[in-house]
């Protein structure tokens, strides 16, 4: 089978399309015949050896699938070959074939295709459980959402509106910001050309925002914190924007705002039981029509690298989904 090969970490044309043997499920595992696998910008980072997380060389990046079951292992009880399923694998799915812990294995929704049931589960699950469990966003309240046309960032506007909030959308372009108007924000600020924190301000009768979700780093974090209310919290989600800020912690004694950290992966390994209840809560939305993936682009295995480049480059709205069988 062919699937996208990261043998070194370091630059993304270090990638590349081989021909690998096939996996096999072993006890508890599925094989998943890959019919779509959505990018994440951690996948990115992966690959040059800049996550958290650094696999054992050679990998295949890829963290969330949707696809057919093509083999069961041992124990694996309630699954068939055949089965249209959400994976996530965490490594593997840029590939035609990915093995996966049968527990992270769902039922593709019915009449959902498989890019968007690949583009599921990562983002909406850490927007989720940034806004809901950090968060603990409020219907009414006014929630501020950085890089907000991006793959976390579209999802918490979604479920921004699915929570009742206020959703104010920021992000670089006009072109961006209509899809976030699309999908329901309420307000926009494009912080390429509009002062983030006094823009904000404005917004919210020089109140500040209530709930602040901050997937971007750099320079937007400490503008958006000082535009943040009365014990406003501030989700640390990530930092595409490449620079971890230092923020004055004044910030937080001035207003008792508070700074909280989000990391997704992680908690669905501390609270399997909260994951499993978020994933219910997302699939009903789904079903509700609330949240629905942007798949903005579809690419084959052999544009992957590139797709990946365009990500780092600001390009992509929404996801961009990889079909390993084009
Ligand atoms: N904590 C967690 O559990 C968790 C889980 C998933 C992802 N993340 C992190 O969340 C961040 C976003 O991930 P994603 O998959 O949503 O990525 P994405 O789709 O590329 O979105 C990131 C957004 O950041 C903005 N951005 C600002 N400066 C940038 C720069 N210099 N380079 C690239 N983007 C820049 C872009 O929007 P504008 O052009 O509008 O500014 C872009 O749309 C990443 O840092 C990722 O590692 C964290």
Redesign the pocket.
């Known amino acids: 089978m062919k699937a996208l090969i990261c043998s070194e970490y370091g630059p993304l044309e270090n990638l590349s399309v081989q021909d690998v043997p096939s996996p096999q499920a072993g006890p508890g595992q599925v094989v998943v015949d890959v019919k779509a696998a959505a ?4 996948d990115a ?1 992966m690959v040059q050896g800049l ?1 958290q997380v650094k696999p054992p060389l050679p990998f295949s990046p890829g963290a969330e699938v949707a696809g057919l079951v093509k083999e069961i292992g041992d124990g694996v009880q309630g699954l068939k070959a055949g089965d249209r399923v959400i994976g996530f694998p965490g490594t593997g799915g840029f590939a035609e074939e990915c093995v996966v812990a049968a527990g992270k294995i769902m039922p593709l929704p019915e009449n959902t295709d498989f890019a968007a049931g690949a583009a599921l589960v ?2 909406y699950g ?1 927007s989720l ?2 806004l809901q469990d950090c968060g603990r966003l409020q219907p009414g309240e006014t929630l501020l959402v ?10 918490a506007v979604e479920i921004g509106k699915a929570m009742g909030a206020r959703v104010i959308a ?4 006009d072109d ?1 910001l209509a899809l976030c108007r699309r999908l329901g924000a309420d307000e926009t600020i494009n ?2 050309t509009e002062d983030l924190r006094r823009r904000t301000l404005a917004l919210t009768g020089e109140k500040g925002v209530d709930v602040v979700y901050d ?4 320079g ?1 974090s400490e503008s958006a914190l000082r535009a943040t209310a009365w014990r406003g919290r501030m989700l ?7 620079e971890i800020p230092k923020v004055p912690l004044n910030l937080a004694l001035l207003k008792e705002r508070q700074l909280l ?7 669905v390994r501390h609270d399997p039981a909260g994951h499993v209840r978020n994933m219910k809560q997302l699939m009903a939305w789904f079903a509700e029509k609330k949240i629905n993936p942007v798949v903005s682009e579809r690419c084959p295995l052999a544009q992957a690298q590139e797709a990946m480049r365009r ?4 390009q ?4 961009l989904v990889v079909l390993p069988e084009e």
């Open positions: 990018l994440n910008f951690p980072l996550y990562l983002t850490t459980h940034a950085l890089g907000a046309a991006g793959g976390v960032g579209t999802a920021a992000a670089s372009s961006k912080y390429a997937p971007v780093g750099g937007y640390i989600v990530g930092f595409a924007a490449g950290g989000v990391y997704w992966g992680d908690s990500l780092l480059g600001r992509v709205k929404g996801k």
